[in-house]
């Protein structure tokens, strides 16, 4: 649509720059509910959209990673990059990123994303009719391989998934039972292994426990004890 849209606007039945202002207010539309859905709901958004990979957790934690490492520039480009644009948005709410920051920076993308693709349309704009026939080959195409390769990948990342929890099995632990466990003399290694996006956020921390990024883990595992109990917190 922002192809053939900037195509129309070379023929001089649509205003380009209107066209642009256009693009922008849907797509800031869309990226301010799922930031207010971010603030109120948190990493359940987050979750939600990592809800058919491999590993919903990691997922969520590399999401939070990647943000965290880029900033608030990941706004903007977000819409270039497939996946991010649909986390982006929920995930600077959940960051906290300020109101009036992500507006901008949420319009600026929407503007420069639309700019771009009706860009192209306006340059490919000789042939409208061409613009038209190739969108709808398109459209063929995409229905096609989306008909087929939706199943085909919700089936592997489940049978993934399914795999992945009955070859390394994780003992959920509750607080209460850490506590317990310590409170019967018992020994534990705590690991805070938040993302940086959850552990800058909250003030909470636990007294004795190791700080650790997510993507740091594996390099400190071999210093960490292991004839006592590890528990990691990571949410």
Known sequence: ??????????????????????????ALTGDLVWYWVGRWRGSEVVGLACRFSVNRDVCVAKTKSAFSKVGPVAIVLAKFVPGLGALAAPTAGTAGIPFRLFLVLALAGGALWGAVWTGVGYLLGGSVAGVQSGLAALNRLTLLAVALAVPGIAGYRLARRRMEKSATPV??????????????????????????????????????AIRIPPDALEDHLPRLRRDVLLALYCT
């Not at 001089?12 to 720059?17: I, N, Y």
């Not at 850490?178 to 409170?183: A, E, G, K, N, T």
Request: proline share 6%.
């Open 171 to 208: 003992t959920r632990l509750s607080p209460d039972e850490l506590h317990d466990h310590l409170q019967r003399g018992g020994e534990a290694t705590i690991v805070d292994v938040r993302s940086p996006v959850d552990y800058e956020k909250s003030k909470m921390r636990i007294p004795g």
């Open 1 to 26: 649509m922002l192809l053939l849209g900037g195509a129309l606007a070379a023929w001089g039945h649509l205003s380009w720059p209107a066209l642009v202002a256009v693009v922008a207010a849907g």
